[in-house]
Protein backbone atom coordinates (compact mmCIF):
# COMPACT_ATOMS: atom_id res chain seq x y z
CA UNK A 1 0.00 0.00 0.00
CA UNK A 2 1.64 3.10 -1.22
CA UNK A 3 2.46 5.92 2.08
CA UNK A 4 -0.54 8.04 2.61
CA UNK A 5 0.99 11.53 1.45
CA UNK A 6 2.16 9.59 -1.57
CA UNK A 7 -1.96 8.64 -2.16
CA UNK A 8 -3.05 11.94 -1.71
CA UNK A 9 -0.55 13.91 -3.67
CA UNK A 10 -1.55 10.77 -6.59
CA UNK A 11 -5.56 11.50 -6.41
CA UNK A 12 -5.36 15.19 -5.96
CA UNK A 13 -3.45 15.54 -8.71
CA UNK A 14 -5.48 13.11 -11.06
CA UNK A 15 -8.58 14.91 -9.66
CA UNK A 16 -7.00 18.65 -10.02
CA UNK A 17 -6.22 17.97 -13.61
CA UNK A 18 -9.70 16.27 -14.85
CA UNK A 19 -11.44 19.47 -12.58
CA UNK A 20 -9.67 21.94 -14.68
CA UNK A 21 -9.71 19.80 -17.55
CA UNK A 22 -13.33 20.57 -17.72
CA UNK A 23 -13.37 23.85 -16.63
CA UNK A 24 -11.59 24.92 -19.23
CA UNK A 25 -13.67 22.91 -22.04
CA UNK A 26 -16.43 24.64 -20.19
CA UNK A 27 -15.25 27.87 -20.30
CA UNK A 28 -13.75 27.50 -24.14
CA UNK A 29 -16.88 25.82 -25.21
CA UNK A 30 -19.69 27.57 -23.69
CA UNK A 31 -18.22 31.35 -23.79
CA UNK A 32 -17.61 32.02 -27.80
CA UNK A 33 -18.65 35.89 -26.95
CA UNK A 34 -15.99 36.88 -24.84
CA UNK A 35 -12.43 37.84 -25.47
CA UNK A 36 -8.89 35.61 -24.71
CA UNK A 37 -8.26 37.47 -21.32
CA UNK A 38 -11.95 37.31 -19.71
CA UNK A 39 -12.21 33.60 -21.04
CA UNK A 40 -8.73 33.15 -19.34
CA UNK A 41 -9.83 34.51 -16.13
CA UNK A 42 -12.47 32.64 -16.39
CA UNK A 43 -10.79 29.37 -16.71
CA UNK A 44 -8.16 30.46 -13.16
CA UNK A 45 -11.85 31.46 -11.01
CA UNK A 46 -13.14 27.89 -12.00
CA UNK A 47 -9.26 26.23 -11.51
CA UNK A 48 -9.62 27.70 -7.79
CA UNK A 49 -12.60 26.15 -6.89
CA UNK A 50 -11.31 22.34 -9.35
CA UNK A 51 -8.54 22.52 -7.02
CA UNK A 52 -10.62 23.05 -3.69
CA UNK A 53 -13.28 20.37 -4.87
CA UNK A 54 -10.13 17.85 -5.48
CA UNK A 55 -8.34 18.34 -2.12
CA UNK A 56 -11.52 17.73 -0.70
CA UNK A 57 -12.45 14.74 -2.46
CA UNK A 58 -8.88 13.54 -2.43
CA UNK A 59 -8.97 13.32 1.54
CA UNK A 60 -12.24 11.94 1.76
CA UNK A 61 -11.55 9.27 -0.61
CA UNK A 62 -8.15 8.56 0.63
CA UNK A 63 -9.63 8.52 4.57
CA UNK A 64 -12.85 7.01 3.59
CA UNK A 65 -11.07 4.06 2.03
CA UNK A 66 -8.22 3.64 5.05
CA UNK A 67 -11.50 3.68 7.10
CA UNK A 68 -12.97 1.18 5.45
CA UNK A 69 -9.88 -1.26 4.91
CA UNK A 70 -9.70 -1.01 8.87
CA UNK A 71 -13.23 -1.60 9.65
CA UNK A 72 -13.04 -5.07 7.48
CA UNK A 73 -9.56 -5.91 8.89
CA UNK A 74 -10.93 -5.59 12.46
CA UNK A 75 -14.29 -7.32 11.45
CA UNK A 76 -12.09 -10.02 10.03
CA UNK A 77 -9.47 -10.47 13.00
CA UNK A 78 -12.81 -10.28 15.45
CA UNK A 79 -14.12 -13.28 13.65
CA UNK A 80 -11.05 -15.48 13.52
CA UNK A 81 -10.55 -14.43 17.44
CA UNK A 82 -14.36 -16.40 18.15
CA UNK A 83 -13.42 -18.79 16.20
CA UNK A 84 -10.18 -19.70 17.46
CA UNK A 85 -12.26 -19.39 20.90
CA UNK A 86 -15.11 -21.67 20.04
CA UNK A 87 -12.57 -24.19 18.41
CA UNK A 88 -10.24 -23.90 21.86
CA UNK A 89 -13.20 -24.54 24.34
CA UNK A 90 -14.34 -27.72 22.00
CA UNK A 91 -10.48 -28.94 21.91
CA UNK A 92 -10.28 -28.11 25.90
CA UNK A 93 -14.10 -30.48 26.45
CA UNK A 94 -12.51 -32.62 24.52
CA UNK A 95 -9.67 -33.17 26.41
CA UNK A 96 -11.13 -32.76 29.91
CA UNK A 97 -13.61 -35.65 28.76
CA UNK A 98 -10.55 -37.70 28.14
CA UNK A 99 -9.00 -36.95 31.14
CA UNK A 100 -11.74 -37.43 33.48
CA UNK A 101 -12.76 -41.16 31.77
CA UNK A 102 -9.38 -42.16 32.27
CA UNK A 103 -8.97 -41.35 36.06
CA UNK A 104 -12.67 -43.07 36.50
CA UNK A 105 -11.65 -46.13 34.46
CA UNK A 106 -8.18 -46.08 36.88
CA UNK A 107 -10.65 -45.72 39.56
CA UNK A 108 -12.59 -48.28 38.65
CA UNK A 109 -9.71 -50.80 37.65
CA UNK A 110 -8.08 -50.52 41.24
CA UNK A 111 -11.98 -50.97 43.00
CA UNK A 112 -12.28 -53.75 41.12
CA UNK A 113 -8.33 -55.43 41.56
CA UNK A 114 -9.20 -54.75 45.52
CA UNK A 115 -12.33 -56.87 45.25
CA UNK A 116 -11.10 -59.55 43.37
CA UNK A 117 -8.28 -59.86 46.12
CA UNK A 118 -10.92 -59.50 48.66
CA UNK A 119 -8.61 -56.34 49.86
CA UNK A 120 -10.65 -53.46 51.59
CA UNK A 121 -10.69 -50.48 49.10
CA UNK A 122 -11.54 -46.81 50.87
CA UNK A 123 -10.38 -44.57 48.54
CA UNK A 124 -12.94 -42.06 47.53
CA UNK A 125 -13.79 -41.63 43.80
CA UNK A 126 -12.43 -39.12 41.09
CA UNK A 127 -13.77 -35.56 41.88
CA UNK A 128 -13.35 -32.38 39.62
CA UNK A 129 -10.96 -31.38 42.11
CA UNK A 130 -8.67 -34.23 41.24
CA UNK A 131 -8.92 -33.32 38.05
CA UNK A 132 -5.56 -31.69 36.01
Do not use: C
Not at 23 to 46: C, K, M, P, S, Y
Amino acid sequence: MLPRETSYIILFLILSLTGIGIVAWIEVRHTVTDGFEETARAILNGMQSAVVVSGAFAYILIEGWRMLAERYEKRRYMEGLAEGRTEGRTEGRTEGRAATFAQWQAWNSRRIAAEQKGEPFDEPPPSIKDAD
